[in-house]
């Protein structure tokens, strides 16, 4: 009934009120006929012409419509503040309704940080076994004599460094994802940290018969090393274990807005509706080895970390040729070791020497 009145614009307040202003003017039409008759002369009509009528008849046709008007007022209010009731109702319901909601992601990041720090705890406290096995291994690469032990050796070393960078990564990971790791922004030459990271390959690219190639640079940075070491490593990583002839090669590239510190290499090439997605926790390319116990969270420390240095990450890539990983720095964070600090002044020092 309520809703087909809604529909029709029936409103039964409002027809009570206009109900009653009519029966308000009935009984004052009325009220007035019987006041003229009752004083009429001898020998009138006991009904006078409507002109005949005293005076006061159109002061009780006003009253009766006030009071008409005023009725229907009351209903208007009165339905106004059913109204403002029921929208009271609604916000204490979504208020309620926004408070679990609160409550719930409340815990839930709770949850997720207690996790982190589980995480990080764990994989702390086993690395430590994982290094110690690995010194006494590589120990024992050197001091073997016997070929055949040389080689079990060498296989137990590949071993524990893959489980050790298993375990660094998921300890980036989870400082990464718990918010706790602040940059530490220091002014430092760029070329002795490619040089660290590239000399931590020598001996893998040397044993897979690939090339590592280095392009010094002049240029310093002003961002925290330690963080732009781990980006550039995870890139340097990837490109070795992916390439599986041909070479690495490392260098910086000047632009137009930014420095790129480009990774490129001769590997089997990532088919484009995959870019972005390589970048996502625990996925891998389609052109990675499968069974080699690999996490497949490099790639997502390095997006995590550079968003959170604020640097870009650009890649580009030809399935069959290879892949190009570039670490985009604004020039308003590198400088040539001078005293000169305009970006538009270094990028121009930069392009006459290029």
């Not at 994802?177 to 001996?203: F, K, N």
């Not at 990983?325 to 020039?331: D, I, M, Q, R, S």
């Amino acid at each position: 009934m309520r809703e087909s009145a809604t529909t029709t614009g029936y409103r039964p307040e409002r027809a009570a009120g206009v109900i009653l202003v009519v029966a308000c003017l009935v009984l004052a039409g009325g009220w007035a006929v019987l006041s003229a008759v009752t004083e009429r002369p001898a020998g009138t009509p006991v009904i006078p012409p409507w002109p005949a009528m005293p005076g006061g008849v159109p002061a009780l046709l006003a009253v009766a419509a006030i009071v008409g008007l005023c009725i229907l007022a009351r209903q208007a209010v009165e339905r106004e503040r059913r109204i403002a009731a029921a929208l009271r109702r609604a916000n204490a319901e979504l208020e309620a309704v926004a408070r679990e909601h609160r409550q719930a992601r409340c815990r839930a990041e709770a949850a997720s940080a207690a996790k982190s720090r589980l995480l990080a705890s764990v994989t702390h406290d086993l690395s430590q076994p994982v290094r110690a096995l690995l010194f006494r291994v590589e120990a024992g690469v050197r001091e073997s004599v016997d070929p055949a032990m040389r080689a079990r050796f060498a296989c137990m070393q590949e071993i524990a460094r893959l489980q050790q960078d298993m375990l660094d990564q998921l300890v980036h990971a989870s400082v990464l994802e718990s918010g706790r790791l602040t940059p530490v922004p220091q002014c430092v030459p760029l070329a002795p940290i490619l040089e660290r990271v590239c000399a931590l390959y020598a001996g893998e690219v040397a044993d897979k018969g690939i090339g590592l190639r280095l392009v010094r640079t002049s240029l310093w940075v002003h961002n925290d090393p330690v963080l732009l070491s781990r980006i550039i490593l995870n890139l340097i990583t990837n490109a070795v274990r992916h390439t599986r002839s041909g070479r690495v090669l490392v260098g910086c590239r000047h632009g137009e807005d930014a420095l790129r510190i480009e990774v490129w290499d001769t590997g089997p090439g990532i088919p484009a509706d995959e870019i972005e997605a390589i970048f996502d926790e625990f996925r891998r390319g389609s052109g990675a080895a499968a069974g080699d116990g690999r996490l497949g969270l490099g790639l997502c420390i390095v997006r995590r970390t550079a968003d959170l240095l604020g640097f870009g990450i650009r890649v580009r890539s030809q399935v069959g040729r290879g892949s190009c990983f570039a670490v985009t720095l604004p020039w308003s964070c590198v400088s040539d070791g001078s005293t000169e600090t305009s970006p538009q002044a270094i990028r121009s020092k930069v392009a006459q020497k290029i």
